[in-house]
């Protein structure tokens, strides 16, 4: 069943994603928007590769790109071995087999006017898998797998709650027995409660089907559960990337330490304000972003090189990989330096 | 047991929904005291009554289909249920105002910034065109918004979400009200920002000693924020403590659930990972409550008892009560 990828499922190099904006007239040139601005990862088989940022990262245009659902400026997709980037037609919509998607929102994701069953047939009968009775008994099967009731195939979407809809959602994904799935944002939309039920039935399905995720999210906590390799990105760039341990350990970026330290928590309700990195303003612009570090404006610990040279995502540690001037071959992040000198 | 007398005191408050598929009881028996400068959280799923809680407070219940059935709303006293429309509209955005979850949809986007604000404390305090602009700068520089002065004169879709709300945090404590109710304030923004604007509420309640009340799905949220948490059900409040104790000690089977199937971000990550804890099932429809506990479906623990009768809240602990048969000191009779 492996095919040409080896050990890694999907392989990103340098992997940009422009938009030209309109001209707003005749004499000024449109910008362009860098949404995914040069990133490269590897996923491995069988594990959920997560990429967190906040809102404008590109986190979602880089999943998007992987399954080539929007249009690849430059650099490489390889999954299983084969470069996605130069197919087209039939070629493309073989390899789309391979890769499905969970979307955000199990409300506005699912077509209200067709039922259940149908809409989880549907990709079995767009790429022609199998023959009609076979798809028949194969969405019974992915029903049961997602913890839904045969029978309720033939209600419309409205008629189950958000976390149901989830589970259409996923099973739907499952129709065309992928190898890699995108998770967008799969929980963010749902209840806290139904969230764990949510994320749960995900490990399961890894387990049993030996899936590979593509798991993209804003909520760490999630991240952390449900991920084995974490990059953080920002204005189109990985800023970090590593392991799941060593990256919540020891987060080494300004902007990961920031992100860690904006989640509220029981825990810091007595441990005080101590070593907390509070940012200020909002994501700049991916629309001509800064010359030097992208978050050299926001990151209280910038220093004049920041701002003039774009620093390079280097690996600092065993598999841990850091983009900033200011983290030393010795691992010692700006953050806890500064706790240190005062 | 305060000395001072609460400023906002709900009492055994009922709110009704008439439906097409029968009357839904959406709050039962809720009651709150809020003390000046301090913030309580409301915790719970959506359709828990949450929001539904704020809205009565406000007297924002659409009539009809809604009926508050019974109860009262004491804002210093003064019963709020019993006010005329015209009094209503004097303490709404004066005593108490409000701030949504989506800051976009709560701004009209016809309107400069300025203008909005400046229209609460015009029709509150009467204040003239030029002093409540003047208002207005003086609010946008409390919640730290760069150039006051020129973004005073610019429109929502100008800005983005973490400011929105941040000019939606200036609109209500515009006028110094002495309750600000907090519907998911931060939901709708990135954690960068949400830890903003958690700062700023806690900054603006020190210098206005403003008492909050926060809606939050969060716990995480809460506990950052709340001095005092309640945990609303199907209508009902369930479990009810100081945060730390609520934290440290959840009794009530739901409020156990809510803290355990979220994953929390540790510090330093165990490499291994079990399943996460669910609550099964979803929140029961609120034309269909038996007259059990509604958690009863979805509880581990439940009995026959839980099944056929509703519990009423017994002590817990110092201050902390949960609505849980677990819980009668007679024992399950």
């Known amino acids: 069943m492996t095919g040409g990828g080896g050990d890694y499922l999907l392989e990103v190099q340098d992997l940009k994603v422009h938009f030209r904006l309109p001209r707003r007239n005749v004499l000024t040139p449109g910008g362009t928007v860098h949404a995914v601005d040069g990133i490269s990862y590897r996923v491995r088989r069988g594990s959920t590769f997560g990429i967190v940022g906040e809102s404008g990262s590109g986190k979602t245009t880089a999943a998007l790109a992987a399954m080539r659902l929007v249009p690849v400026t430059g650099g490489s997709i390889r999954l299983d071995g084969v470069e996605m980037t130069v197919l087209g037609g039939d070629a493309l919509r073989e390899m789309r087999r391979k890769i499905q998607i969970v979307f955000q929102d199990p409300y506005s994701s699912l077509n209200p006017r067709m039922r ?29 797998r997602v913890g839904l009731r045969p029978e309720q195939a033939a209600l419309f979407p409205h008629q189950f709650s958000g976390g149901q809809r989830q589970r259409i959602g996923v099973a739907r994904a499952l129709a065309t027995q992928p ?9 963010s939309a749902l209840d806290v409660a139904i969230q764990a039920q949510i994320l749960n039935l995900l490990r399961e399905l890894q387990e049993g089907f030996g899936l590979t995720y593509l798991f993209i999210s804003h909520d760490l906590g999630v991240v952390q559960y449900i991920c084995d390799d974490i990059a953080v990105m920002y204005l189109g760039e990985i800023v970090e990337q590593s392991d799941r341990v060593s990256l919540f350990t020891l987060p080494l970026h300004p902007y990961t330490w920031a992100l860690v330290s904006a989640v509220p928590s029981a825990r810091r309700r007595t441990g005080g304000q101590d070593g907390r990195v509070r940012l200020q303003g909002d994501p700049p612009n991916p629309i001509d972003p800064p010359p030097g570090c992208r978050f050299a404006p ?11 040279e774009k620093p390079a995502l280097r690996e600092v540690r065993a598999g841990h990989l850091v983009s900033c001037h200011l983290v030393g071959d010795d691992c010692v992040p700006p953050h806890a330096a500064a706790a240190g000198a005062c | 047991m305060d000395a001072a007398a609460p400023l906002l005191e709900v009492e055994d408050l009922e709110v009704e929904f008439r439906t097409r598929h029968g009357t839904a009881r959406v709050l039962d028996g809720v009651a709150l005291s809020l003390q000046p400068g301090r913030t309580l959280g409301i915790v719970g799923e959506s359709g828990c009554g949450k929001s539904m809680t704020a809205l009565s407070i406000m007297r924002l219940v659409p009539v009809p289909p809604g009926r508050i059935g019974a109860g009262a709303v004491r804002l210093k006293g003064e019963d709020l249920l019993q ?16 701030i949504f979850q989506e800051p976009m949809t709560s701004l009209n986007p016809v309107y400069s910034i300025g203008d909005q604000i400046a229209e609460t404390v015009r029709l509150h305090e009467g204040l003239s065109r030029r002093d409540s602009l003047d208002r207005a700068i003086e609010m946008l520089k409390a919640v730290h918004i760069p150039a006051a002065e020129r973004r005073v004169r610019e429109f929502p879709h ?8 941040r000019v939606m945090i200036a609109m209500a404590l515009a006028c110094r009200p002495s309750v600000l109710i907090a519907d998911e304030p931060t939901t709708a923004l990135d954690v960068t920002v949400q830890a903003q604007v958690f700062d700023l509420l806690k ?35 369930v479990e009810e403590a100081a945060t730390d104790e609520i934290l440290e000690n959840p009794r009530h089977p739901y409020t156990r659930g809510l803290i355990a199937c979220v994953p929390h971000m540790e510090e330093e990550p165990p490499p291994e990972r079990g399943a996460l804890t669910e609550i099964p099932g979803v929140v029961p429809a609120l034309t269909d409550l038996g ?25 817990v602990g110092a201050d902390h009560r949960a609505a849980c048969w677990l819980y009668d000191e007679a024992g399950a009779a």
């Open chain 1, 116 to 144: 259940a069953g149908a809409i989880v047939r549907e990709p079995m009968d767009l790429m022609d898998v199998g023959d009609p009775a076979e798809r028949d008994l194969r969405v019974a099967e992915l029903f049961d």
């Open chain 1, 179 to 187: 190898e890699l799935i995108v998770c967008d944002e799969p929980v």
């Open chain 1, 298 to 308: 926001r990151c209280p610990f910038a220093v004049d090189r920041c701002h003039r």
């Open chain 2, 83 to 98: 006010a005329s429309e015209k009094r209503m509209r004097e303490v709404r955005g004066k005593d108490i105002s409000m």
């Open chain 2, 158 to 165: 100008q800005m983005s979400g973490g400011m929105r709300q």
């Open chain 2, 203 to 237: 900054e603006m309640q020190e210098k206005t000693g403003t008492a909050i009340i926060l809606i939050s799905h969060d716990m995480g949220a809460i506990a950052e924020m709340a001095d005092r948490v309640m945990v609303m059900y199907a209508g009902r409040i």
């Open chain 2, 291 to 315: 007259s059990g506990c509604s958690f009863a479906p979805r509880c581990d623990h439940a009995t026959d008892l839980c099944r056929s009768r509703a519990p009423r809240p017994f002590a």
